[in-house]
């Protein structure tokens, strides 16, 4: 009897120290994804009125949510692709020995300490095709200045959004890098494998659960993208940036219909989940191939 009497005292004291973070993550986490649940079956100016699953038919069935969740997973293509291709050759450059590269890794991860609010204003001043400095710099070089923000906006802040992030990335291909054991490829060298080689059928196959875990923080990163269409592009030219968060933003703030905004916020929510839960179980599939 007395093991379980220790064992109720521990539980009960981890609970105690637990509490406040239950508390915490019940009173900014849960209950605001309740609230939003619920206002999602509301209609009106107040979100006063039932309207059961109207919000959600409607939101299935309106063009403009297709295009804007049309929108928002090409943009999280492009970044998680350009987050494991680009994240993973700046690690295995800065893992070899370099003068330099603790200063270089220390640059790449400024951009991602950075708020989105700061990078976007950065990014929007740089590419402004009136004021802009890139266009400054071309100008004085003899070359015609360019459009940036409307020729391909979805690729421009894309790669503003990667150029951001990219240095979490390649710190966390870094650390997957500096976990595999040399004596794997010193005994590759032995068989006469050459670096190619290698790289393909030791350090790729090794590094397959950071490369779902950044694929994984990508996409959810990517489909709540926000703060790049809202202040760098505005949503335009036109809808070619209307992102969906961007598009429920307008759907809540300029239209103030809360009760169809939070049905779309609950949408986006399970596709996120779906997409998160489809990576992993694919992600545990490759662990057993390997």
Do not use: C
């Amino acid at each position: 009897m007395r093991p379980r009497t220790l064992s109720g005292r521990y539980a009960r004291t981890a609970y105690l120290f637990l509490l406040p973070a239950i508390l915490f993550f019940a009173a900014l986490f849960y209950l605001p994804i309740g609230n939003v649940v619920a206002t999602g079956f509301r209609t009106g100016p107040m979100a006063d009125q039932w309207a059961g699953l109207g919000n959600y038919s409607q939101a299935l069935a309106d063009p403009a949510v297709r295009h804007s969740f049309l929108v928002t997973v090409v943009f999280a293509v492009l970044v998680v692709a350009g987050s494991i291709v680009l994240g993973l050759a700046l690690a295995l450059a800065i893992d070899q020995p370099l003068k330099g590269r603790v200063a270089f890794r220390v640059l790449l991860l400024v951009p991602y300490l950075t708020s989105v609010a700061i990078v976007g204003l950065l990014w929007r001043n740089i590419l402004d095709p009136d004021l802009g400095v890139l266009n400054r710099v071309l100008l004085a070089a003899g070359l015609p200045g360019q459009q940036w923000l409307n020729t391909a906006p979805l690729l421009t802040i894309a790669a503003v959004t990667l150029w951001q992030s990219v240095g979490y990335t390649m710190v966390l291909f870094l650390a997957g890098l500096q976990g595999i054991p040399e004596t794997y490829h010193e005994a590759a060298k032995i068989d006469g494998a050459d670096a190619w080689r290698r790289f393909w059928r030791i350090t790729l196959p090794l590094l397959a659960p950071t490369t779902l875990f950044v694929s994984v923080m990508a996409v959810i990163s990517g489909l709540q993208a926000f703060g790049q269409a809202y202040i760098i592009t505005g949503g335009g030219p036109g809808d070619a940036t209307d992102l969906s968060v961007f598009h429920i933003f307008n759907v809540a703030f300029r239209t103030r219909d809360f009760g169809y905004s939070s049905a779309q916020s609950v949408l986006l929510l399970l596709v996120i989940v779906a997409f998160t839960v489809i990576q992993l179980r694919a992600g545990r599939r490759g662990e057993v191939t390997y």
